[in-house]
């Protein structure tokens, strides 16, 4: 089996790639670990959930940490470890344009909605809507693959 680092391009060709990761949050020294579907564009993950623990804790310890993974053939594979900060989008105004480029990144994907239990009426306008746009800027991102 050999392992090797890939490259930034590499990296960013599977996050573009793939729709499911791992996303893992912290609060009081504690981890959380849930699985997340995601669009990725302009440096950027993109997701849409439903309020609950991941929001809660993200809301209270901006950093996260998100994993991505592929496998290959026999036991081969390949991973990739996103490092970046939550940014909440909500449904007010300054905050717009950002939740539509999220919308629309997200639109591309068959059953996007589906992960967050409901899905919206297109487009949301309500303050008052149970649902959560949110990305994540990626500050760092690794990776590596395994190939035998």
């Given at each position: ?54 929001i ?46 999220a ?28 649902h ?17």
């Amino acid at each position: 089996m050999m392992v090797r680092t890939l490259s930034a391009l590499e990296c960013t060709r599977l996050l573009t790639a793939n729709r499911v990761g791992r996303l893992a949050c912290a609060k009081n020294g504690r981890p959380y670990i849930v699985p997340l579907y995601y669009a990725h564009a302009d440096n950027h993950l993109y997701v849409f959930s439903m309020p609950g623990k991941k929001i809660e804790w993200m809301r209270g310890n901006p950093l996260v940490s998100v994993q991505v993974d592929e496998r290959g053939q026999g036991r081969g594979w390949r991973s990739v470890v996103v490092d970046g900060r939550y940014e909440e989008l909500p449904d007010r105004v300054g905050h717009k344009r950002e939740r539509d480029h999220a919308w629309s990144v997200l639109s591309k994907h068959a059953d996007w909605w589906e992960p967050g239990a409901l899905k919206p009426v297109t487009p949301p306008v309500s303050d008052s809507a149970p649902h959560v746009f949110f990305r994540i800027l990626i500050d760092q991102v690794s990776g590596r693959e395994a190939s035998e």
